[in-house]
Structures are given as structure tokens and as C-alpha cells.
């Protein structure tokens, strides 16, 4: 059982956009800043997003994140093959005192 | 450019030791925190612990304290994972991450290595 929840997959069409929840509490992404990985099959995980809305240089702008109050989103538009992967949310939970990832949400592209 | 490698992992029995490495280059090491994070065969990201960048404060997940140990030598930058009593829930692919820069050590994850697997057996 995640702290943060996520949806166990989403799917969509090539050159589609989708979304991906991730809730939390009051204790982590209400007080924190969240973070989004992606991690192809057999491949180490891959920074996406920081301080909630932040791309790393190479990541390209089709990937984009928000987050609102205890929840975060991540959006990624015209969907590729290339983007099927698992994506995590993350951030620090300052009641626990560790970090927290959501469960993983499987992304087909159909 | 940055790169975090780890290395040590291997097969062992339940109730023994291993110690994983890892190895930091191309940023100053002594100015981040650094992370551990684990994946046990299809399963989501565990966190595992974080070392403070001037390695004064440490912190660990719940189903590892007291059992796993994370160190660092920021005149080698390296950081790394003492993991004692192993049980058989605790094979994964044992990641090694860059954390914040400073007072945030805790944020994580923008350099990952390719992770090492710890295998434990009976």
C-alpha cells in the first residue's frame, strides 16, 4: 500500500494526451515538492519532473506536471510508442520522515 | 558529465551481509545528498534511505531500519549500503540516486545509476 496513490495503468492512441494522478496528504505533496519518473521496462528510472512543474534539460515539453493542494498531475501530449513505460510520483513526507512514491502507473500506447 | 555506478551486488542466504558502492563522478559530491532506492522483480520504486550531503543526518524507510546501514566517504565520493540480516523480501535491483543540493538532501532522484541486484535465497 503506496502512500501516494496512483492509477495502476492508463492507456491511449499515438499522438493522443494523457493524464496521471498522483494523491497524497497534507504530510507530503501538500507540503513538499513532487517529483515524476519514468522507467522503461528493464531500464533504470528516469528523472521527468522536479519541484512540481520542472523539466530537466532533454526531457522534451510534451511531458508538463501541476499539482494542486495534495494532489499532482502529469500530462504527456502527442503520445509515442516510445512513451510505454511506468511512471512514479515522489516526494519527501515530512510526518514520516522519508520519501514517498506512488505505486506506478503502466502507460500503453495503443 | 554527472554518474552515480553501483556495484557489490550478488546472491547471498538469509540472515547474511552484503555491501553495496556506489560511485559518484562529475559533480561535487560533498554538496549533495544521496539516496537509495530498490525494486524487487515486478514491483514499484522503494525508497530505502538518504544520506544528508555533509553525511550528519540519515534517514531510512521503516522495513529496513536497523537492518541496513548507509554511509558515505566524501573524500572517495562514494556512498554506501551495509545491508545485514537479509531476508528473502529483500531481493530487488538496488538503486543508487543524487539527491538535493545541500539542506534539500532529501529531494530525490535527478542522476540514477543502473542499479545492482541483491539476490537472497534459501
Known amino acids: 500500500q503506496s502512500v501516494l496513490t496512483q492509477p495502476p495503468s492508463v492507456s491511449a492512441a499515438p499522438g493522443q494526451k494523457v493524464t496521471i494522478s498522483c494523491s497524497g496528504s497534507s504530510f507530503n505533496i501538500g507540503n513538499d515538492y513532487v517529483s515524476w519518473f519514468q522507467q522503461v521496462p528493464g531500464t533504470a528510472p528516469r528523472l521527468l519532473i522536479y519541484r512540481n512543474n520542472k523539466r530537466p534539460s532533454g526531457i522534451p515539453d510534451r511531458f508538463s506536471a501541476s499539482k494542486s493542494g495534495t494532489s499532482a498531475t502529469l500530462g504527456i501530449t502527442g503520445l509515442q510508442t516510445g512513451d510505454e513505460a511506468d511512471y512514479y510520483c515522489g516526494t519527501w513526507d515530512i510526518s514520516l520522515s522519508v520519501v514517498v512514491f506512488g505505486g506506478g502507473t503502466r502507460l500503453t500506447v495503443l | 558529465q554527472v554518474q552515480v555506478v553501483e556495484s557489490g551486488g550478488g546472491e547471498v542466504q538469509p540472515g547474511g551481509s552484503l555491501r553495496l558502492s556506489c560511485a559518484a563522478s562529475?559533480?561535487?559530491?560533498?554538496?549533495?545528498?544521496m539516496h537509495w532506492v530498490r525494486q524487487a522483480p515486478g514491483k514499484g520504486l522503494e525508497w530505502i534511505g538518504v544520506v544528508w550531503h555533509d553525511d550528519h543526518r540519515k534517514a531510512y524507510a521503516d522495513s529496513v531500519k536497523g537492518r541496513f546501514t548507509i554511509s558515505r566517504d566524501n573524500s572517495k565520493n562514494m556512498m554506501y549500503l551495509q545491508l545485514d540480516s537479509l531476508r528473502a523480501e529483500d531481493t530487488a535491483v538496488y538503486y543508487c540516486t543524487r539527491g538535493g543540493f545541500g539542506p534539500e538532501s532529501y529531494y530525490i532522484g535527478d542522476y540514477w545509476g543502473q542499479g545492482t541486484l541483491v539476490t537472497v535465497y534459501s
Open positions: 562529475g559533480f561535487p559530491f560533498s554538496d549533495y545528498g
